[in-house]
């Protein structure tokens, strides 16, 4: 058995995660040789996974590729709009990629670079996580045995949650698209990535409505301060209020964005003094409704597969967790967060002859981002074998599998903003002449 040797571009929360959970249940498999981030502190925290290895260091991307090969994979978790340049100079390389989703905010450059993966035969594995979870593996399993016969139609949802909107779609990193990600590919390609798995057909055409219509600045609480430290009038009953920072929001939320130095020297944790000091001036400190976001708070999106298979997804911010519903000529399968506190199953299947239910209770071990139920872990534990399988295209999660997602979210977008149907072939077409 052959170690693996990794590097990274882009050392932030989901590579530490990634680097983290590798060291933890494969550490003999991988060897991490090289880190690239402009940040020391968090170069400094992989490097410590490392202990035994000499880790070699870059302030960035173009500096670690201008030197010879020096690993087998690199994983890129850099921000969403600086994917493309440093997966071209990797694939060039000569490296194979771990690339954090989504492939590109750009769905040309999602193109070139699968059609790059093919011509040099390298592996893409992209981080969709949800393929590599108990509970949606269970549900592939299900739908594969053929007890819920052919399916007809999907519906699926996503609760981004609270805290999750404020913090990273309202006042974060996401919550300028034109910097980022719309937030259908930055948040819900997993989603697309797995109708798309699930159906196991191609998406033809796609519509799509929704907007950003809550966190407004005409929706703001009179008096309230462009900062929550301000002395907001409605401070104490405020979901959103950034002074939660210091109570029950301060895990995972800020150890992402706070100062590492800080945290790392409180053990994991920062003074209120220091947190209020941070307020003052961080973009998480202000007010939900006087922030410059323009990320949809609410999206709704219309699939139409092949073998008229149909499927609807909804994005909402006022809800949290996700929920799947596949009605097949059998019967119904439902799973999610609602049936969970429903029925205290993860899965019913509701059978259409006999009106037997059937139920299944999901075990999920802890490991990486929690809310990722269980993804990190199953996305780590399968690496080695995906980036050791001889045929690219048979791993789980390729960069040739996850293009699909990204046209039907691309194709979404743009439903949503022109008011119209979307052809997904007429759309490749156009993006590759």
């Not at 050392?11 to 402009?38: H, M, S, W």
């Not at 949802?157 to 913090?167: D, F, I, K, N, Y």
């Not at 990600?181 to 798995?197: E, F, V």
Request: glycine share 8%; hydrophobic share 35%.
């Amino acid at each position: 058995m052959r170690t693996i040797k990794l590097a990274a571009i882009g050392c932030g929360n989901r590579t530490t995660v990634y680097a983290n959970l590798v060291k933890q249940i494969a550490g003999e498999k991988f060897k991490i040789t090289a880190l690239a981030d402009p940040v020391k502190e968090r170069r400094d925290e992989i490097a410590g996974y490392e202990k035994t290895a000499e880790i070699r260091h870059f302030d960035s991307a173009d500096e670690f590729l201008k030197q010879e090969k020096m690993a087998d994979a690199v994983i890129i978790g850099t921000q969403d709009d600086y994917h493309f340049n440093p997966a071209m100079g990797a694939l060039k390389k000569g490296y194979d990629i771990i690339l954090e989703k989504p492939i590109s905010n750009n769905l040309e450059e999602v193109l070139i670079l699968d059609r790059t993966a093919r011509e040099l035969n390298r592996k893409v594995i992209v981080c969709h996580v949800l393929r590599y979870t108990p509970f949606y593996n269970k549900v592939k399993e299900v739908i594969e045995s053929g007890l819920i016969g052919e399916i007809v139609t999907v519906n699926a949802s996503e609760g981004v949650g609270t805290w999750h909107m404020a913090h990273s779609f309202v006042r974060g990193k996401w919550a300028d698209t034109e910097k980022s990600s719309p937030m259908i590919l930055a948040k819900s390609c997993h989603d697309m990535d797995i109708l798309s798995w699930l159906v196991q057909k191609k998406c033809l055409a796609v519509s799509s409505f929704g907007g950003l219509e809550f966190f407004r600045e005409q929706n703001a609480p009179p008096n309230a301060p462009f900062r929550c430290i301000d002395g907001c009038p409605v401070a104490e009953s405020c979901q959103y209020n950034a002074l939660l920072y210091m109570n029950e929001q301060r895990v995972p939320w800020l150890s992402v964005v706070f100062d590492p130095e800080s945290m790392k020297k409180n053990q994991g944790g920062a003074s209120d003094d220091e947190i209020r000091k941070w307020l003052e001036t961080s973009p998480w400190g202000r007010c939900v409704y006087h922030c410059d976001n323009n990320a949809v708070d609410h999206q709704v999106v219309t699939m139409s597969f092949e073998d008229g298979i149909t499927a609807t997804f909804t994005m909402t911010a006022f809800d949290e967790g996700r929920n799947i519903e596949i009605c097949g000529t059998k019967g119904t399968l439902k799973g999610g967060t609602y049936t969970q506190k429903i029925t205290s199953h993860d899965l019913v299947f509701y059978d259409n002859r006999y009106g037997k239910i059937t139920t299944w209770d999901i075990e999920v071990e802890s490991g990486g981002n929690d809310s990722h139920v269980g993804g990190d872990l199953g996305f780590v534990s399968m690496l080695y074998e995906e980036l050791t399988a001889e045929d690219p295209s048979l791993m789980r999660s390729s960069i040739h599998e996850s293009v699909e997602s990204h046209v039907m979210a691309w194709g979404a977008e743009i439903s949503r903003k022109e008011n119209r149907v979307v052809e997904l072939k007429e759309l490749v077409k156009k993006m590759e002449l």
